[in-house]
């Protein structure tokens, strides 16, 4: 999928695994229940966008824009994930596991239950961040902007 | 219009690569540093490239000039505010370029250097060191500081909403979000306080 505008649609119950997602505009989305498994996204903006129950295993993620985002129960655990915006972003119960996030910014974000666990955080910005139970275990959080 | 990133770890520099649909031309923004990915970027898509935009005049993001120089016959823009030790033409505030068929204005945005300049096609906005994703640029003092969040307001926050920002450093953003999350914009007020105090002390 590359150079498409789909803003303010609604998607349910899909599987997306593996896909390419690329220089798409898909911002005031609502994604419930998607999986976006090992999917390849690039250049793409879901800023001010809700997801909920979405899965985001594996996937590769390079100058994506989530800026904005509701997530709610989303899995982003052992993705690639450098250079991506999620500034203010609110997260609940969310799972950024065995992430390489080199480079994302969170900056201005609410992250509630939310795990950053064994992750790549060099360079990741977590500046004005407002953090509640938020586990950042085996995480370089000392190399991060914050 | 086709915008390819490409980021360097030497320098931590995005260097962006811009193209007409139509036509074969190319112009690159920023070249900090050329390795054989930003090489192979162009010659895989088979542009010919033509031009190179400075945004300001520091060497992390002209490094790779010499070394395109070298391979392409480039004709160099940079702001009129410069001074290069290799030819390029200036180009000043407001101006509008008609480059590789496409039409770039030209906005001046002092602040992080005097000689900052923003490029806008189409909907993008390149900011070079000016404004990026949740902050500004790096500035010598508060003055500067100063300098470079009015220059913002007034030349920047005044567009589209929907306008994407490229930045020289980090990723990719838009005008709305930057209004909602960007501390550094909302400290505006703190900063004209400093300012007033120092000219009491003064």
């Known amino acids: 999928m590359v150079d498409y505008s789909l803003t303010g649609s609604e998607f349910e119950d899909l599987k997306l695994p593996k896909k390419e997602i690329i220089a798409s505009n898909l911002a005031w989305c609502t994604f419930r229940n998607i999986d976006f498994s090992h999917t390849t996204l690039i250049n793409t903006f879901f800023d001010f966008c809700l997801f909920d129950r979405c899965t985001f295993n594996g996937i590769l993620s390079r100058y994506a824009v989530f800026s904005g985002s509701k997530m709610i129960d989303c899995d982003f655990s052992g993705s690639i994930i450098i250079h991506t915006n999620f500034c203010g972003v609110d997260t609940y119960r969310c799972n950024f596991n065995d992430c390489d996030l080199y480079f994302s910014t969170f900056n201005s974000s609410y992250l509630r239950d939310t795990s950053f666990e064994d992750c790549n955080l060099k360079k990741a910005d977590f500046v004005h961040t407002d953090q509640r139970r938020v586990s950042l275990r085996y995480s370089n959080y000392e190399e991060t902007r914050h | ?202």
């Open chain 2, 1 to 202: 219009m086709n915008i390819y990133q490409h980021f360097s770890v030497v320098g931590f520099c995005n260097t962006y690569l811009v193209a007409s649909k139509k036509h074969g031309e190319a112009l690159l923004i920023d070249p900090g540093h050329v390795d054989l990915e930003l090489i192979n970027l162009i010659e895989s898509n088979n542009y010919k490239l033509k031009h190179v935009l400075l945004t300001h005049r520091h060497l992390s993001h002209r490094e790779g000039l010499g070394t395109l120089q070298k391979i392409y016959g480039l004709s160099v823009h940079g702001s009129s505010f410069s001074s290069y030790d290799f030819p390029y033409q200036p180009v000043d505030d407001r101006q509008i370029l008609n480059l590789c068929d496409m039409e770039i204005e030209v906005i001046h945005v002092p602040g992080h250097s005097l000689d900052s300049m923003v490029y806008k096609i189409d909907h993008a906005l390149f900011t070079g060191d000016t404004l990026m994703c949740g902050r500004i640029g790096s500035t010598p003092g508060y003055r500067e500081q100063t300098l470079l969040i009015n220059s913002i307001n007034q030349r920047l926050m005044g567009l589209d909403e929907n306008s994407l920002i490229f930045p020289g450093h980090g990723t990719a953003t838009k005008i709305r979000i930057e209004r909602m999350f960007n501390h550094d914009l909302l400290q505006l007020g703190t900063i004209q306080t400093e300012r007033e105090h120092w000219r009491d002390e003064e």
